[in-house]
C-alpha cells in the first residue's frame, strides 16, 4: 500500500464548476490531481438557475462548445421590475448574439457538471465520488498537508488542497481557516423545472432553433425582502425560481414556498408557464455578500475558489463564470509554483490573490462592493415602494382616461413625493450612484 | 477461491422521466445505477472473501459506460472487472445474454482461473426475468441455487455449499457441490462502504474490455437482436385512472365508523346496497 503514501500534487474539494475547473487545468499541465465529491457523479448535488457564460470555460476549454450538454443560447435579456399585477419591462434582444460562438448558455447542471467530470478525468485526474472530505490534516507548523475522508483508512496527503467545496465550506469551518457564512450574506433560491414541448416554448418566446430568453425580475415579488425571481428556456423545459437573503426570510417568516407559488402565479408569469408539467425542484444557497464577505482565501498548503470563497457578482447574476475562473487562476498558480517547485507556503500561494485582483473577478465585486449592503439597508424602497411607484406611474401614463397629460405628470410626481419624501429619494439615488461606481 | 459476481447496470428506475410529451422513457441524463439485486450478490462475495481468502472478479455485459457501475463495485472491494461489450450485444435478450456472459465466464476461467462460485441478483430491476442467472449456470453446466437468502457454509475442502433458500411456504435448507451459480435475494445483507484505499484502487484500476472476439464468439447470429427470439411488440404508458381514491371521514365507536364507511359506500355505488339487500332476503330471512 506504499504508493499510497505518495503525496498528490494537488488536492480538490468538489466537482462543480470551480474544482472541475481547478482540477482539469492542473491535471492538464501534468500535475498529480485528486478530486474528491461527495455526490454520486459531478452534478448530482450541484443547483443553479442556470446560465453558463462561454467566456469563462472557453478559456480552459476552448472547444467546448463541441461537445458540452448545452440547452439553448441566450439571444434576450428581459428585466422586469414587478408589482403584484404588473410588471415594467426592459427588454434587449440582438441577433448579435446569433453568433457562431455564443455568449451566454441556458444549461441544465446535472448534465453539464457530468460532462466537465468527464473532461477532468480525460485530463488525468483521479475522481473520487460519494466520498466526503471531512477534515483538513495539518502538520505541527500548521501547514494543510492532507484530508480526511469520511471513508476508513488513512488521511491522504498532498502538496496543496484547493477548496471548491461550495457556499457552505464546511471542511473550511470544521479545519477553522474561515467562519460560519453569515445569515445576511447569503441567499435562498428555489427553482422548479417544468417541461413543454419545444414548439410550445420557441412559440411563446418568440424563439427559434436554439435561441433562449432569460427573465431577471425584482419587484414586490419577494415580499419586502432583498432577491430576485427568474425565468430561463431550456430546450424543452423552463426554469422558474426566486431567491431571497436568509436573514430576510428569517425576519418575515414567509416560506420560499410561498414565494415561489406566488411568482408562478403573478399574472406576467403564469401563461408563460401554462400547460408546463413541473417534473422536477431543488433549492440552494447563493453567496451575495460580494467582496466585503470574502473570507481569507488562502493559508500555508489551501486555497479557496468559487462559491467558497463567496465569488458571485448578485448584481449581474454571475456565479459559475467567477468560479471557473477563480478555479482556473488558483490552478495557475499552483502549477507555476509547482514548475518552479517552490513550497505551496501561504507566501508563495498569495500569489493566487495577486493574480485575481488583475481579473474581472475582483475589479467586479470590489466595484459593488457596496451593493449588498445598501440593498438590505433599504429593502422596503427598493424592493416595495419604487417598484409600486414604477408601475402606478406606467398605469397613469398609459391609461387614457380623459385627463390631460400635464395633470398625469403632476399626480405622478405627488405621488412619488408623497409616498417617499424628495430627500428620501435624492437619498437613495445618491447611494445607489455611490455603491455603483 | 475465486468467485465472480455478474452485476448489470439499470437505469435508476426511482429517477426515471416520462416524457409528457412523446409518453416514452427518458433514457438521455438519467443516472444509472449497479441493479439493486446484484449488490446483495456482490457482498456476499466479499464477505466470503473476507472470511475465506478469496479474489472476487465482477463481470457485466454493456455498453463502454457499464464501465462506471464496474468501478463503482471496485470501491466496494471487488479485486478486478470485467467489461463485456460489443456492438453486436446491442438488444439481447436474456437467451443472447447469458450465451455471450457464458462465453465471457470460460474466458475469465481461462484467464484468472476457473470460479468456484458465480454470484447474481436474483434479477434485474429493467427486465424482472431472473432468467439470465439460471441460463449460465445450464451453460456452464454450474450447479444452480437461485433466490438464495443466506450462505449458511462453504466447505471448500469438501468441495460444497450450504445455503438457505426463500421459497413459497417456507425454507429450504441446500446442500450442494461446487461449482456453482448462486442467484440472492434482496434483504440477504448490507452493501458495505469501502475503504479510502479501496476507493483510490477503484479509480486508478483498468477495467479488463473484451469483445465478441476476445471471447471467442464465432457465430454472431447467436448475438444480440439476431440472437434474440424475444420481441418487444409495444411499450406503452398506462392510462391514467380517472377515479379517485376517497377518505371518509367518521366520527364515533368502531360500529358507528363502520355505519358511516358503509353508509358512503351505498351512496356511491347504489347497487351494492341493493345486491347485498336481495342476497340477505335469499339466504337470511
Given at each position: 500500500m506504499g504508493e499510497f503514501n505518495k503525496p498528490f500534487d494537488a488536492i480538490v474539494v468538489g466537482a462543480g464548476p470551480s474544482g472541475n475547473a481547478a482540477a482539469y487545468v492542473m491535471a492538464k499541465e501534468g500535475l498529480n490531481v485528486l478530486q474528491i465529491e461527495?455526490?454520486?457523479?459531478?452534478?448530482?448535488?450541484n443547483v443553479q438557475g442556470a446560465i453558463l457564460y462561454a467566456d469563462a470555460l472557453e478559456q480552459i476549454i476552448p472547444e467546448f462548445r463541441d461537445e458540452a450538454p448545452l440547452e439553448r443560447h441566450v439571444i434576450e435579456q428581459r428585466m422586469w421590475t414587478m408589482d403584484d399585477k404588473s410588471h415594467t419591462g426592459m427588454h434587449y434582444r440582438s441577433d448579435d448574439f446569433n453568433e457562431e460562438k455564443p455568449n451566454r448558455y441556458t444549461i441544465l447542471r446535472a448534465q453539464f457538471d457530468k460532462w466537465f467530470s468527464s473532461k477532468v478525468k480525460e485530463a488525468g485526474a483521479l475522481v473520487l465520488y460519494e466520498t466526503t472530505v471531512t477534515e483538513l490534516v495539518r502538520d505541527l507548523s500548521g501547514k494543510v498537508i492532507g484530508v480526511r475522508t469520511d471513508r476508513q483508512g488513512s488521511p491522504i496527503m498532498a502538496n496543496v488542497v484547493v477548496l471548491a467545496e461550495g457556499v457552505n465550506g464546511l471542511v473550511g469551518q470544521r479545519s477553522g481557516l474561515r467562519d460560519e457564512v453569515a445569515p445576511e450574506s447569503v441567499a435562498l433560491a428555489v427553482k422548479e423545472m417544468h417541461f413543454l414541448p419545444r414548439e410550445t416554448i420557441e412559440a411563446r418566446f418568440n424563439l427559434s432553433g436554439n435561441e433562449g430568453v432569460v427573465i431577471e425580475a425584482m419587484g414586490t415579488i419577494t415580499k419586502g425582502m432583498t432577491g430576485t425571481g427568474f425565468l430561463y428556456t431550456n430546450e424543452e423545459s423552463i426554469s422558474v425560481g426566486i431567491g431571497c437573503i436568509v436573514s430576510d426570510f428569517a425576519e418575515t417568516n414567509v416560506t420560499p414556498n410561498e414565494l415561489l407559488e406566488a411568482f408562478k402565479n403573478h399574472p406576467s408569469i403564469k401563461p408563460l408557464l401554462?400547460?408546463?408539467?413541473?417534473k422536477e425542484y431543488a433549492a440552494h444557497l447563493i453567496p451575495e455578500g460580494g467582496y466585503k464577505a470574502i473570507p481569507q482565501l488562502t493559508g500555508a498548503g489551501w486555497i479557496v475558489v468559487g462559491d467558497a470563497g463567496q465569488f458571485v457578482n448578485a448584481v449581474h447574476r454571475e456565479g459559475s463564470n467567477l468560479a471557473m475562473t477563480t478555479g482556473r487562476v488558483a490552478a495557475e498558480t499552483v502549477v507555476s509554483l509547482t514548475r518552479k517547485r517552490e513550497e505551496m507556503t501561504a507566501a508563495n500561494l498569495a500569489e493566487y490573490e495577486k493574480r485575481l485582483a488583475q481579473s474581472f473577478v475582483m475589479k467586479d465585486l470590489k466595484k459593488y462592493k457596496g451593493i449588498p449592503e445598501l440593498l438590505h439597508k433599504n429593502k422596503g424602497n427598493f424592493f416595495g415602494t419604487y417598484p409600486r411607484l414604477l408601475s402606478q406611474a406606467m398605469q397613469t401614463w398609459f391609461r387614457v382616461d380623459g385627463i390631460d397629460k400635464v395633470s398625469k405628470e403632476k399626480a405622478i410626481f405627488r405621488n412619488f413625493r408623497e409616498t417617499r419624501s424628495l430627500w428620501g429619494m435624492m437619498g437613495d439615488a445618491f447611494r445607489v450612484v455611490r455603491a455603483w461606481r | 477461491m475465486h468467485i465472480v459476481v455478474c452485476i448489470k447496470q439499470v437505469p435508476d428506475s426511482g429517477q426515471i422521466r416520462v416524457h409528457p410529451v412523446t409518453n416514452t422513457i427518458m433514457r438521455q441524463g438519467v443516472p444509472t445505477i449497479i441493479n439493486p439485486y446484484d449488490l446483495f450478490a456482490l457482498e456476499e462475495a466479499l464477505r466470503l472473501k473476507d472470511k475465506l481468502g478469496a479474489t472476487v472478479t465482477v463481470l457485466t455485459m454493456g455498453p463502454p459506460t457499464a464501465a462506471d457501475s464496474l468501478r463503482k463495485a471496485l470501491t466496494f472491494g471487488a479485486d478486478r472487472a470485467v467489461l463485456l461489450t460489443d456492438?453486436?450485444?446491442?438488444?439481447?435478450?436474456t437467451l443472447a445474454t447469458s450465451f455471450a456472459l457464458s462465453m465471457a465466464l470460460k474466458k475469465v476461467a481461462e484467464e484468472f482461473g476457473k470460479p468456484e462460485i458465480i454470484f447474481t441478483g436474483k434479477q434485474t430491476i429493467d427486465g424482472d426475468t431472473a432468467q439470465v442467472g439460471p441460463g449460465i449456470a445450464k451453460r456452464l453446466d454450474y450447479n444452480q441455487l437461485t433466490y438464495i437468502s443466506r450462505i449458511v457454509e462453504t466447505d471448500l475442502d469438501g468441495g460444497k455449499i450450504t445455503v438457505e433458500r426463500r421459497a413459497e411456504g417456507g425454507l429450504q435448507v441446500l446442500e450442494t457441490k461446487l461449482p456453482v451459480l448462486i442467484t440472492m435475494l434482496e434483504a440477504s445483507n448490507e452493501m458495505r462502504r469501502g475503504s479510502i484505499e479501496n476507493a483510490l484502487i477503484a479509480a486508478r484500476a483498468d477495467v479488463v474490455t473484451w469483445n465478441a472476439e476476445a471471447v471467442g464468439i464465432e457465430d454472431l447470429t447467436k448475438c444480440g437482436l439476431r440472437g434474440s427470439p424475444t420481441i418487444v411488440k409495444k411499450v406503452f404508458a398506462p392510462t391514467a385512472r380517472t377515479e379517485k381514491a376517497e377518505i371518509v371521514e367518521a366520527e364515533g365507536k368502531a360500529d358507528a365508523r363502520a355505519a358511516a364507511l358503509v353508509e358512503a359506500i351505498f351512496a356511491k355505488a347504489p347497487a351494492v346496497e341493493s345486491d347485498l339487500l336481495e342476497h340477505a332476503a335469499q339466504h337470511y330471512v
Open positions: 461527495r455526490g454520486e457523479y459531478a452534478g448530482s448535488k401554462a400547460d408546463s408539467e413541473c | 456492438r453486436y450485444f446491442a438488444g439481447s435478450d
